[in-house]
């Protein structure tokens, strides 16, 4: 059986296209432009990258965007000036503080002090909090990307066993989360696996849906899952051959009935769902919708 391969370049294309749609009627009959601020500290090329790519983003859909680089020795307190200042920005509806930070900074800190209606990473404990409860203002951008990349590959999470492979903070615990909610494409029986799980294939290979956030090439092997498969591969890992995920797709493949390819699965996903959630905001601020 050949695995469907889940295309999240091709998704979050189309998800543009209707956030286009969205942004010049928004503009058009309410006057509203979404507007996002991104805070990058030093040099990291990674996060140059994201950054990048994430303002990028913003001029192709028509989202104001605003960058501030800042050098390596930024103090926190400097930082949580320029988060005050684009708090009070009424041109702003999402801030985003490119992580990680340079170690002097604490990221917590950083974090509490962005005004969570304008957190779109959503990783304000109050924006974790509603997500826990099931009210969320923002949905957390991989796993919101992962959750859209089921539903538009039409994959029943209803009644499905999903195995999350990784327990961080913004992957692996809000994605099972989200999925365990009763609503629709979620409502899943989910476990989390992470370095403490004793046998980590005994679970995996019972996973109708396996979610894979472990940051390990190879994670994931063929004989760790069972025939029919979907499995979600968030890993990027930058080897000297290439970027790979956490699984091994080319044998994994042979027995999934899909799967998303790395690089042009989860991550383009992720900056697309960035987008949605500062036009969420831009309409929240504007109490349309
Ligand atoms: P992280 O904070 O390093 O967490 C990794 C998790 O995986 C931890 O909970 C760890 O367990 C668990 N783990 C590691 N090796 C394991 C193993 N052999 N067996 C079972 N569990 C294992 O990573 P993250 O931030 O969630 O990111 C995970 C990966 O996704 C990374 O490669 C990252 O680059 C990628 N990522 C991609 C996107 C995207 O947009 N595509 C977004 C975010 C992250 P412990 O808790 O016990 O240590």
Not at 130 to 144: D, I, V, Y
Not at 173 to 187: D, E, R, S
Request: net charge neutral; aromatic share 2%; charged share 25%.
């Amino acid at each position: 059986m050949a695995a469907m391969i889940i295309k999240g370049s091709e998704i979050s294309k189309q998800i543009k296209e209707e956030l286009k749609l969205e942004i010049t009627e928004l503009n058009k009959k309410y006057n509203v432009i979404p507007g996002l601020a991104t805070i990058l500290i030093g040099e990291d090329e990674a996060s140059k990258v994201y950054v990048g790519a994430k303002e990028k983003a913003c001029k192709e859909l028509g989202i104001y965007s605003e960058r501030i680089d800042l050098p390596v020795n930024t103090t926190e307190a400097e930082l949580l000036a320029h988060i005050e200042r684009l708090n009070k920005d009424s041109k702003i509806h999402g801030i985003l503080v490119q992580l990680p930070l340079p170690k002097h900074i604490n990221e917590a800190n950083v974090i509490d002090a962005i005004d969570p209606k304008k957190d779109v990473d959503a990783f304000h404990p109050i924006n974790v909090g509603k997500l826990m409860l099931g009210k969320p203002n923002f949905l957390p951008c991989t796993p919101h990307g992962i959750q859209e990349l089921l539903i538009r590959s039409g994959i029943e999470t209803d009644g499905a066993e999903v195995v999350v492979v990784g327990r961080s903070n913004i992957v692996g615990k809000p994605i099972a989360n989200m999925l365990l909610q009763k609503n629709k494409g979620a409502n899943a029986t989910v476990t989390i696996c992470h370095t403490g799980t004793k046998d980590l294939a005994a679970h995996t290979k019972r996973a109708d849906i396996l979610i894979v956030a472990a940051g390990r090439p190879k994670a994931i092997t063929a004989d760790m899952v069972k025939d029919g498969v979907v499995v979600i591969d968030v890993g990027v890992n930058r080897l000297e051959t290439g970027l790979v995920g956490d699984v091994d797709f080319e044998t994994v493949k042979e027995k999934a009935k899909a799967i998303t390819p790395v690089p042009g699965g989860v991550g383009p996903m992720t900056i697309v769902m960035l987008m949605k959630n500062t036009v969420q905001s831009a309409k929240m601020h504007a109490g349309i919708g």
